[in-house]
């Protein structure tokens, strides 16, 4: 696609629910990645993947969060048993190659509340 | 870990001033730097991509500089516009992951 695309672009969950994030990245980026965004905060890291293989998940705050990229294209992150604290948005990247030298293009991200 | 900080937090100027922001970095030994910008309720637009090995890159009215050695990165954007305010975020590569400032609030008033 044109560019990097995330659903749902909202999305109230109930402490205790399990939800799944989509990404759509850009037709043929090799790298996905996905981040996390408090209010008034910059980005934290979560996970990294290279075609299907997640190469770092060391941003993962708990084992509740599980991301997979399982064709190398798109990639679903869930949480599980939501709690108030993983209200964020959740942006995804991705870039052609790996993160040397490649730009890297975000989607509109998914903003979670958890009520 | 690498930590990165821009200032100021906020900046608001009127309209076509020039303005410098700032970022810097504690690890020198990135790959690259990128910045961009958010509006409220977006995602991350990219504006510039500058290597390692590079110094500088221009886009329109916008030139970032990259002191690798000193870990430091500034984006000056000439004229400035009402249409340029948003939030500026840099972001240096180390390897699996970007590591980001908490960005500048720039309000350019008309």
């Known amino acids: 696609g044109a560019g990097v695309s995330q659903s749902p672009r909202y999305k109230v969950a109930k402490r205790g629910q399990d939800v799944a994030l989509r990404c759509d990245p850009i037709?043929?980026?090799?790298?996905l990645f996905w981040y996390q965004q408090a209010l008034g905060q910059g980005p934290e890291f979560l996970t990294y993947?290279?075609?299907?293989?997640?190469?770092?998940k060391s941003g993962l705050p708990s084992d509740r969060f599980f991301a997979e990229r399982p064709e190398g294209s798109v990639s679903t992150l869930k949480i599980q048993r939501t709690q108030q604290e993983d209200s964020a948005v959740y942006l995804c990247?991705?870039?052609?190659?790996?993160?040397?030298?490649?730009?890297?293009?975000f989607g509109q991200g998914t903003r979670l509340t958890v009520v | 870990k690498q930590e990165v900080t821009q200032i100021p937090a906020a900046l608001s100027v009127p309209e076509g001033e020039n303005l410098v922001l700032n970022c810097s970095f504690t690890?020198?030994?990135?790959?690259?730097l990128q910045w961009f910008r958010q509006d409220p309720g977006k995602g991350l637009t990219s504006l510039l991509l500058?290597?390692?090995?590079?110094r500088e890159q221009t886009s329109g009215r916008l030139n970032a500089s990259l002191d690798k050695s000193s870990g430091r990165s500034t984006l000056y954007i000439a004229a400035s516009q009402p249409g340029d305010s948003a939030t500026y975020l840099c972001?240096?590569?180390?390897?699996?992951?970007?590591?980001f400032g908490t960005g500048t609030s720039l309000t350019v008033i008309p």
């Open positions: 972001a240096v590569s180390t390897g699996n992951q970007f590591y």
């Open positions: 500058i290597q390692s090995s590079q």
């Open positions: 690890d020198s030994a990135i790959y690259n």
């Open positions: 993947f290279q075609n299907e293989a997640q190469l770092d």
């Open positions: 037709s043929g980026h090799v790298s």
């Open positions: 990247a991705s870039s052609l190659w790996g993160w040397e030298n490649t730009e890297a293009f």
